[in-house]
């Protein structure tokens, strides 16, 4: 008999989350997903699982939410911040954090499953790294049996970055490129996989795992890689100055729809790289995902 049999897991209709859904189903596992009035449809067609509303921010309803679960994987985050609405890397990282392990050491459950981010470190450039930090430190400090996972950028349908990426490729004659930091991008579907079988693994409790594919891209090689995913011979580049990114992003960063923020670049201006990746598909019993092989299974 498994150890743990109802899984709860915050942030569910997100990109990663409707991931990890399917393989804890594929697992046997009983999936029971927060979600917050009005983001129901993200959920549309991932199967059996069991739905209760609520917010990291509310504790009560996470109480409630997360009674009789044996496991918990947190993946709650966003990537940019909403003053107008109070929604901020602190309160959502945070705090979020802070609650969601209070409830969970309530519970009483047995594993803990954390979803931090590569580059999160003490005195980090960006507000996003810091708080994820903190949140890390919450875990550290906690009583329950955790595990977290530290990824590059993760990619795959309906992700964030590379799916955007691959749109200006489709669409424009000349893709304009910013930051010069290094990326390691890694599928989506591996740290799934990864995030569900921490779950039944002793070896991963107390845990930090680097997670990152096999391939170690600049933006522009990452941009000509998924050129050839979709059947360009050569794709035209613009490489920002640095000093106009900045300034172009402080003052559009409040126009709807303008993609960047001072904290992403920020982000993009410096490595987000493992130094190692063997250990994290080592651990999980992955075998490592070549970022060609997929990007085509993506987009070819």
Request: proline residues 7%.
């Amino acid at each position: 008999m498994r150890p743990v049999h109802r899984v709860f897991v915050t942030g569910a209709t997100g990109f990663v989350g409707r991931a990890v859904i399917q393989a804890l189903r594929g697992e046997g596992y009983v999936v029971r997903c927060l979600v917050r009035r009005g983001s129901e449809p993200s959920l549309r067609g991932v199967g059996a699982i069991e739905r209760v509303e609520g917010d990291v921010l509310a504790p009560q309803l996470l109480d409630e939410g997360m009674a009789g679960c044996g496991a918990v994987v947190h993946l709650v985050g966003i990537i940019r911040e909403h003053i107008a609405t109070n929604t901020t890397f602190y309160r959502v990282h945070v705090q979020g954090t802070v609650n969601v392990v209070a409830a969970a050491a309530a519970a009483g459950v047995r594993r803990y499953v954390h979803m931090s981010a590569l580059g999160a470190r003490e005195g980090a450039p960006s507000r996003y790294h810091r708080t994820k930090w903190a949140a890390e430190e919450v875990v550290r400090a906690c009583g329950l049996p955790w595990t977290i996972f530290r990824p590059s950028v993760i990619y795959g349908r309906g992700d964030g970055f590379v799916s955007p990426l691959a749109r200006l490729v489709r669409r424009l004659p000349v893709v304009p490129l910013v930051g010069g930091g290094r990326l390691q991008p890694v599928a989506v579907e591996q740290v799934a996989q990864a995030v569900t079988r921490a779950l039944a693994l002793p070896a991963a409790v107390k845990q930090t795992y680097e997670v990152g594919g096999p391939d170690v891209v600049t933006l522009g090689e990452l941009v000509d890689l998924i050129g050839r995913a979709l059947g360009r011979r050569r794709v035209l580049k613009l490489y920002v100055p640095a000093a106009v990114a900045r300034v172009a992003t402080r003052v559009l960063q409040a126009v709807p729809y303008f993609p960047l923020t001072p904290d992403h670049l920020r982000m993009l201006e410096e490595d987000n790289v493992v130094c190692d990746p063997a250990p994290f598909p080592g651990a999980f019993g992955l075998a490592p995902l070549p970022l060609a092989t997929g990007l085509r299974r993506l987009l070819g």
